[in-house]
Antibody, heavy 122, light 107 residues
Framework: EVQLVESGGGLVQPGGSLRLSCAAS????????MHWVRQGPGKGLVWVSR????????KYADSVNGRFTISRDNAQNTLFLQMNNLRDEDTAIYFC???????????????WGQGTLVTVSS | DIQMTQSPSSVSASVGDRVTITCRTS??????LAWYQQTPGKAPKLLIY???TLQSGVSSRFSGSGSGTDFTLTISNLQPEDFATYYC?????????FGPGTKVDIK
């Protein structure tokens, strides 16, 4: 069974940092592009970032570019999101999601993890 | 960025009803569109991609259509487990964007 389990969320002050992890199992991790998507409290879905199978290609939403870094450890089947200089508006549930395609990105998100809550507040 | 709109924002329906949700994009995205279902407290679930391809394991009561800028998700014979919020998403260009969602609740 394909499974994605996020961790690392919590309460952080504005300007602080947090590192999210997403542990993957049940599939060949390095074959898939991976994504982070977030959802503010009571709000809709916002795509955050994407990384290819070997970690050599990344892409970010403008709102996080320069502050967030996506990476992966294929030996540990784990996806990361390093979040620096956090702002109030970064408060959200952060989901990791597997790209539907193998090797080539299709940019459809399936499946998703259960999410981890990040709260940025003083 | 490609802007996404959905209508209606919410709809009340009964078990057995047919529900149609519309998604409109601010520019032509061919068929680079997906639909997701999210129930409260849960992660979204992929239902349909490339506008009309049913994801494996998803009930055939769900169907999608459209191309260009106008797309439709239809749920036939609505079941209790279908009461949820539905989002469309474009994968035509960065940043990938989602519609604001359509909540389907019980009449």
């Amino acid at each position: 069974e394909v499974q994605l389990v996020e961790s690392g969320g919590g309460l952080v002050q504005p300007g602080g940092s947090l590192r999210l992890s997403c542990a993957a199992s049940g599939f060949t991790f390095n074959r898939h592009w991976m994504h982070w998507v977030r959802q503010g409290p009571g709000k809709g879905l916002v795509w955050v970032s994407r990384i290819n199978g070997d970690g050599s290609s990344t892409k970010y939403a403008d709102s996080v570019n320069g502050r967030f870094t996506i990476s992966r450890d294929n030996a540990q089947n784990t996806l990361f999101l390093q979040m620096n200089n956090l702002r109030d508006e970064d408060t959200a549930i952060y989901f990791c999601a597997r790209d539907l395609g193998q090797w080539l990105a299709q940019n459809w998100f399936n499946p998703w993890g259960q999410g981890t809550l990040v709260t940025v507040s003083s | 960025d490609i802007q996404m709109t959905q209508s209606p924002s919410s709809v009340s329906a009964s078990v057995g009803d047919r529900v149609t949700i519309t998604c409109r994009t601010s520019q032509d995205i061919n068929t680079w569109l997906a639909w997701y279902q999210q129930t409260p407290g849960k992660a979204p679930k992929l239902l349909i991609y490339t506008a009309s391809t049913l994801q494996s394991g998803v009930s055939s009561r769900f169907s999608g259509s459209g191309s260009g800028t106008d797309f439709t998700l239809t749920i036939s014979n609505l079941q209790p487990e279908d009461f949820a919020t539905y989002y469309c998403q474009q994968a035509h260009s960065f940043p990938f964007t989602f519609g604001p969602g359509t909540k389907v609740d019980i009449k």
